[in-house]
């Protein structure tokens, strides 16, 4: 038996789907009983509150616990919220799974921290300078070590996803051009569009977890495409999948020398290959397939 945390999230609808159509019984834990139809299958979970006792007996039958929840990046969030809802909980969540006995659990860190310089992350990859929302990424690395630190009778499997896009993202770039262009309003690129990073399509790191789980993966494990687009090309492929032109499209070369071009890892997708069978889709491609797919983004 599986159980999931935050099953509603931009992951955990991929995952909560293929689970679905690949019969796989599952528990959710989570604020919001969404994809169970039976409650007693449902958890209330808040990464902000004391784990209760009554969740013990809860994941008596549960062999491996994915745990996706996270307080992700928001204005009104402080500092110690992040660290309390990443690191923290998930701590005492791994602790709480040990101690009933779960064989596995799956944690889903944050590999934009790591920034190597031969474009391939290890656990020994130093930490980027250069960070977006620094408090959410810095908190899920700290929850990451607090588990790798662990003396632990359950195996863990760690995975850190490069950027992450896909159907049902409330904020952020993607989110933004969608919305933009779907009204035929303009957009406007600072640095010439040329920031780059590598995305990864949520199918696929949906795909992943169930290939880790299937092949019962520990330690370790980082998703990434191995290929970087700029902003330029994610707002091309945009207003040609949506049918617009690319004159909704303007570009301010003013702050290219503040733009750090490249500034997130470029990782190896050999790993990610050998788990999917397939290189991960394109930018394009992820698009495609989920506008296509859920008739929206």
Request: glycine share 6%; aromatic share 10%; charged share 15%.
């Amino acid at each position: 038996m599986l159980a999931l945390s935050g099953a509603t999230g931009l992951v955990g609808r991929y995952l909560c789907n293929e689970l679905i159509a690949k019969n796989i019984p599952f528990k959710l834990l989570g604020r919001d009983i969404a994809f169970s139809s039976d409650r007693s299958s449902f958890y209330f979970f808040d990464l902000s509150q004391p784990l209760d006792k009554s969740l013990y007996t809860f994941l008596e039958d549960v062999d491996i616990v994915i745990h996706l929840a996270a307080l992700l990046p928001s204005s009104s969030s402080q500092l110690a919220d992040y660290f309390l809802c990443n690191s923290f909980a998930s701590k005492a969540l791994f602790d709480l799974c040990s101690d009933v006995g779960v064989s596995r659990f799956i944690y889903l860190s944050g590999a934009n921290l790591m920034e190597p310089v031969d474009g391939v992350v290890t656990t020994s990859s130093p930490y980027a300078s250069r960070l977006r929302h620094p408090s959410y990424l810095a908190s899920k690395m700290a929850g990451e070590l607090l588990l790798l630190n662990t003396d632990s009778s359950t195996d863990l499997l760690i995975i850190r996803p490069s950027s992450i896009y896909g159907y049902n993202i409330k904020s952020g770039l993607f989110r933004t051009l969608y919305d933009s262009f779907v009204l035929s309003k303009s957009v406007r690129l600072s640095g010439n569009g040329l920031w780059s990073a590598d995305y990864i399509y949520a199918g696929d790191v949906c795909e992943c977890i169930i290939s880790a789980i299937e092949n019962s993966a520990t330690g370790t494990l980082t998703l990434g495409s191995g290929t970087a687009s700029t902003i330029l090309q994610i707002a091309r492929t945009f207003t040609s999948l949506l049918g617009v032109e690319d004159d909704l499209i303007f570009l301010e070369d003013s702050d290219v020398s503040s733009i750090p071009l490249d500034c997130l890892p470029i990782v190896s997708n050999e790993q990610v290959v050998s788990l999917l069978g397939r290189n991960p889709l394109s930018v394009s491609e992820g698009l495609n397939h989920a506008i296509a797919s859920y008739g929206s983004f």
